[in-house]
Each structure stands twice: as C-alpha cells, then as structure tokens.
C-alpha cells in the first residue's frame, strides 16, 4: 500500500486547510492523519474506520472534519478554525488489521501563523 498525501500550506490563525490522501491497494481498514510538531511526538489528528466510525484528537474535535471514500481509497481532513498550535508536519496513514500492517505517507507541512 502507498499513499500520497496533498494539500498542505501556509495559512493565517483562523483560516482553513484540506488535507488529502490517495492509498493504492485493497482491504485498507482505518485511515487516518498523525501530525509531528518540532520537537514533539507524532500524535494523532483523526482517523475513520472503513465503516466511517470517525475518531478526534480532543484539540480538534468541532474544528477537523475527517472525511473517506472506501471506492476511491481516499481520505480528507478538512481543517478549519485553525491556530498556530496547528503548525507541523501532517502525515496520512492506513493500516489492514487482517495482515497487521500500517503505512504511512509522506508529510506534508502545515504552517499557521498568528
């Protein structure tokens, strides 16, 4: 599985960004997006299961819209409201449970300034 990821900038604190991510293969169960600020841990953002069971970092929640296509192996974040506590490096991952495996895109950069 590979993924390709798209849609980072630079926007101003309140403003809003979309984040998507194509994943090639078959039987992808959860996909999701991690962020990594400098210095800090990779964290998660948000994450939809197949079934679209979606989940929230709570500094997201009621701001980041999680967002998939099973047909096209597409996942979306749309972000909105952002802050500059935003700022850092999004990566887009998936995983198939049945064999174990995650994978991971390249990140792309998002940048809010105040």
């Known amino acids: 599985v590979q993924l390709q990821a798209s849609g980072g900038g630079l926007v101003q604190a309140g403003g809003s960004l979309r984040l998507s991510c194509a994943a090639s293969?078959?039987?992808?169960?959860?996909m999701g997006w991690h962020r990594q600020a400098p210095g800090k841990q990779r964290e998660l953002v948000a994450v939809?299961?197949?079934?679209?069971?979606?989940s929230y970092a709570d500094s997201v929640k009621g701001r980041f819209i999680i967002s998939r296509d099973n047909a096209k192996n597409t996942v979306n974040l749309q972000m909105n409201s952002l802050k500059p506590e935003d700022s850092g490096v999004y990566y887009c991952?998936?995983?198939?449970?049945?064999?174990?495996?995650?994978?991971w895109g390249q990140g792309t950069q998002v940048t809010v300034s105040s």
């Open positions: 293969g078959t039987d992808i169960d959860y």
């Open positions: 991952n998936a995983g198939r449970v049945r064999f174990r495996e995650t994978y």
């Open positions: 939809v299961s197949r079934a679209g069971s979606v």
